[in-house]
């Protein structure tokens, strides 16, 4: 059980990371002038981070739960 508990956390922080990486990724998007000159563009790169983020946190709530 302690170690199906502990194989369980290191998959969370390895999706965590995972997350945190795409999301530093979104976020340099919008930088690019393709999507901050582009509404459409600049309003789907956001609506991704912000699905992103909340995945994160989900996963941040569930790893809480092991502690």
Do not use: G, M, R
């Amino acid at each position: 059980q302690e170690k199906e508990q502990l194989q369980k956390v290191k998959d969370l922080e390895k999706q965590i990371a995972a997350l945190e990486s795409s999301l530093l990724e979104l976020q340099s998007q919008l930088c690019l002038e393709d999507v901050y000159s582009n509404p459409e563009k600049c309003a789907e790169v956001n609506k991704a981070i912000a699905s992103t983020q909340n995945d994160i946190d989900q996963l941040y709530e569930e790893w809480e739960n092991y502690f």
